[in-house]
Nanobody, 121 residues
């Protein structure tokens, strides 16, 4: 199972971007998908996650600005980022948790490659 992230780029402060992450391969189930980010010199931090039960979790810094979609039937999750700020600049990583490739094969947590988001002031 692999995660493919896309949608990063350069945007001016106040603008919007949408990130997309798709899991591919032999998938039996995925319980949770989400986005994390890592700015230069900082630790990776949670941005937003969503479970297959539609429970969402957002970092305080993005609440009211970012919206994570439900996990789609093809295991795609989108992150709509509005009112972007320079402090949102980071590499954004997609993550999937409690991934199973079969009823007996647990893959655990998977990470996608990062996608750069740069917000200019």
């Amino acid at each position: 199972v692999q995660l493919q992230a896309s949608g990063g780029g350069l945007v001016q402060a106040g603008g919007s971007l949408t990130l997309s992450c798709t899991a591919s391969g032999t998938i039996f189930s995925i319980n949770e998908m989400g986005w994390y980010r890592q700015a230069p010199g900082k630790q990776r931090e949670l941005v937003a996650t969503v479970t297959t039960g539609h429970t969402t979790n957002y970092a305080d810094s993005v609440k009211g600005r970012f919206v994570i979609s439900e996990i789609g039937p093809t295991y795609t999750v989108n992150l709509k980022m509005n009112s972007l700020k320079p402090e949102d600049t980071a590499v954004y990583y997609c993550r999937a948790d409690r991934v199973y490739s079969s009823i007996r094969s647990a893959l655990g947590t998977l990470w996608g490659q990062g996608t750069q988001v740069t917000v200019s002031s």
